[in-house]
């Protein structure tokens, strides 16, 4: 057993890795692994609410988030720092995450085993 | 934890993330464009310097030289190869900044 | 030690592919076992069996091939090579696709995991 974390960086919708990375925690699930999400940087909007892509033709994924619990993927953080920079509040996101501080992060980066950049 | 990072500091904030939530003494390795950001007089200098206070700071010399920056480097920036590379990950859990 | 790679990164375009291999072979010359070579998102396109390079370029898919032939695990993602047109028929020999189960494993299984992308 390994405790895997998803750190995601990446904004969605403009590069496929938001997307292909979510599809990783939930094959993941299947697992016994301590599965763990970070949101950062311009990642903290791929968890924003009422992300409508359907005129970009992409499938979207926000109405999966709330999923990410039942595959084991329990614990999601939000860098503070990068949500406040981008004018976002908590209630602004889809689904309850852990809000943390740059040390916090970096604390919590260090307990994990594998760190999967997306 | 080692920090790697790959994107020129000009570019994107990967670097500026990674110092900011890396533990002290987390060594961290600039690798591809983010070497960029170790060549001396640079307006990335300020931030190199600062990450050098608080952490080892390496850089993949085969990038280095594919870019003309060897011998031209903010002193402090340690350079590499891939064998050290390769030691810096049996000693330490990567995490890499893209 | 054993460590296992993920790059997400395509041949050429990006130095992901590049560097990942120059870490496997330094790896692999200090006595370490590669646990796996995982191809996510675009990477699936570096084994590409028609690949052509100008011949005073590396050819990207013949060096993983060769890295197979050695014995390190190479594995396209289906997914990934699903989404992109990629299939059995057209990966190089000594490299296989297979689900994302095995990057789960690979990260149980590996004592470390270096992400290679852009």
Known sequence: MAKIMFVNRNAPHGTIYAWEGLEVVLIFGAYENELAAVYMDDAVFSLKKGQDTSALGIKGFVQTLPVLEDYGCEKIYVDKESMEKRGLKTDDFAIPVEVMDSAGIGKIMEEQDVLLPF | ?98 | MKIGVMIQEGPYNHEASDTAYKFVEAALAKGHTIQGVFMYDDAVTNVAKHMEPPQDDRHIARRWSELGAKGVDIVVCVAAAKRRGMKPELIVDNTRISGLGQLSEICTEAERVVTFGD
């Open chain 2, 1 to 98: 934890m080692l920090h790697i990072v790959n994107k020129s500091p000009y570019m994107k904030s990967s670097l500026e993330s990674c110092i900011r939530v890396a533990q002290k003494d987390a060594p961290i390795l600039l690798i591809e464009d983010a070497v960029l950001g170790a060549a001396a007089g640079g307006g990335a200098e300020t931030l190199v310097k600062s990450a050098l206070k608080d952490h080892p700071v390496y850089a993949l010399s085969a990038d280095i030289s594919a870019r003309g920056l060897a011998g031209n480097l903010t002193p402090g920036v340690k350079v590499i190869d891939y064998a050290d590379f390769v030691d810096l990950v049996e000693q330490h859990k990567p995490m890499t900044w893209l």
